[in-house]
């Protein structure tokens, strides 16, 4: 439903490909939502309808931002200590993984610096922002929606209904992006289950929701406390339940 470019394509193929369920593993703070809206830009490009939920993690407003920063390739953000405008950053343009014997792989980056002036304005950015995509979609309809939830406020049950309705509407959703289902609420019904099968049932709707739907879903899930340190994150770094590497077609693990 849409690519990447150059290494990364070639690692990721037809991964991202409709009615298929896959998932980033990663811990905390290391990018699965950044990689989420990734996601949801580059679809939306695509002319692919992207059905964005936001269920806890950032609010409406920081996903907002988080879309804006994407569109215009700006950081919202000084990347000063003190916060103060212009400033500088190190854009990456390529990553080279060094193996040296008896020590732990480690990156190094090639990168080109950019200024940037002055910070961004809301509204005047978020009207750049609607103007690229309209630029990159060739059109005026809406390619995605977004919908935020408190954090254990909704269920794959909820996300199923509101992408019902929005079908009912005429919006049929090709991607649906779910930033993030540790933080779903349990289905209904299953209140009197152990919570290993609270959490599979949860990823065994979603693969239903993906097949039933016949739509891309995409989420992120919290590795293990010994996926914090690994280099390489594999099966064995998953958290609360086994049961979550059978049911995603693809699981990505993130290092940074």
């Not at 991964?15 to 290391?30: C, D, M, P, Q, W």
């Not at 700006?74 to 990553?95: A, K, L, Q």
């Not at 060739?138 to 079908?167: C, Q, Y």
Request: aromatic residues 10%; contains cysteine; positive net charge.
């Amino acid at each position: 439903l849409f690519s990447y470019e150059g290494p990364v394509q070639d690692f990721i193929g037809n991964t991202f490909a409709r009615g298929e369920f896959v998932a980033f593993l990663a811990g905390t703070k290391v990018g699965k939502s950044h990689a989420l809206a990734d996601i949801a830009w580059r679809g939306m490009c695509e002319r692919n309808r992207v059905a964005y939920f936001e269920v806890g993690d950032l609010g409406r407003k920081r996903t907002k931002k988080r879309l804006i920063t994407r569109a215009l390739s700006y950081p919202w953000r000084s990347s000063n200590r003190d916060g103060t405008w212009p400033c500088r950053v190190n854009i990456p343009t390529s990553i080279e993984v060094i193996r040296e014997k008896g020590k732990l792989p480690y990156s190094e980056s090639d990168y080109d610096e950019r200024l940037f002036k002055a910070h961004l304005v809301g509204r005047e950015s978020w009207q750049k922002c609607k103007d690229i995509v309209a630029h990159r979609t060739k059109s005026d309809r809406p390619f995605l929606r977004v919908s935020t939830h408190p954090a254990n406020s909704t269920s794959v049950a909820g996300i199923r209904h509101v992408m019902e309705m929005w079908a009912k509407d005429g919006w049929v959703p090709d991607i649906c992006v779910i930033d993030y289902t540790d933080i779903l609420a349990p289905m209904p019904r299953t209140g009197k289950m152990d919570v290993r099968d609270q959490i599979n049932q949860t990823w065994v709707e979603l693969r239903r929701l993906s097949q039933e739907l016949h739509c891309l879903v995409v989420t992120a899930t919290q590795a293990d406390t010994d996926g914090y340190s690994r280099w390489l994150l594999d099966k064995k770094n998953f958290n609360g339940d086994r049961r979550k590497n059978d049911h995603v077609t693809a699981m990505i693990g993130i290092n940074q």
